[in-house]
């Protein structure tokens, strides 16, 4: 069965400081692999895009990195700001099919001043 | 529009209530999906169109759900004798092709029933 894992669930942490988040996944075949990430009433925006043969890809201070061997994902914030408080969500794609997208439930990040 | 828009962005309903929810796509998009996030849970796909062809149903939990997409544009999701259970926020998306997959979000209805 396809499955994302995310962790922590929810993350606490200061203005300021760094923090990653963790993703694990299941999904074979395997496409590509996303980051959204999603303010509090709000649809998912994304992040970051990763096919099988990158490894890191960089968005300001959001690096994403992915060990396809593995099956991890990565998302690590940098100086954290308050903007960064949202749900971030690891999405996985088996392929390039309608209902490819496999979605973790989220990591819940509250940046603190 | 610039993105995706969902209307309305709440809804409360009575249980046994019909309700519909309203996407309007990005313009030139094809692909459109509707999904469903409840209350800590990760999006569940619920249905699927693209252009022209067959929407891909497979996810509508129920036969009361339901949703058409008029002249590959506007999408409404309909809720038939809607239950508890049905409470959550309903988000749309859209893309310009499968391959790509990159699906841009409306900010969702957030149903609530009574």
């Known amino acids: 069965k396809n499955q994302v894992e995310q962790s922590p669930q929810s993350l606490i942490i200061l203005e300021g400081k760094n923090c990653t988040l963790q993703c694990n996944y299941t999904v074979s075949p395997f496409s590509n692999l996303r980051w959204y990430k999603q303010d509090t009433g709000r649809g998912p925006v994304s992040l970051t895009i990763?096919?099988?043969?990158?490894n890191t890809k960089s968005n300001g201070r959001y690096t994403a990195t992915l060990d396809a061997d593995t099956k991890q994902s990565s998302l690590h914030i940098t100086a954290s700001q308050l903007s960064d408080s949202a749900s971030y969500i690891c999405v996985v794609s088996g392929d390039t099919g309608r209902r490819a997208l496999t979605f973790g439930s989220g990591t819940r990040l509250q940046v603190q001043p | 529009g610039a993105g995706v828009s969902q209307s309305p962005s709440n809804k409360v309903t009575e249980k046994g209530k019909d309700v519909e929810l309203r996407c309007d796509p990005i313009s030139g998009h094809t692909a459109l999906y509707w999904y469903r996030q409840s209350l800590g849970q990760g999006l569940e796909f619920l249905i699927y169109f693209q252009g022209n062809s067959a929407p891909d149903k497979s996810g509508l939990p129920s036969d009361r759900f339901s949703a058409e997409r008029t002249g590959g544009s506007v999408s409404t999701l309909t809720i038939q004798r809607t239950q508890q259970e049905d409470s959550a926020v309903y988000l749309c998306a859209s893309s310009t092709t499968v391959a790509k997959n990159i699906q841009y979000f409306g900010a969702g209805t957030r149903l609530s029933v009574l």
């Open positions: 990763m096919t099988f043969s990158e």
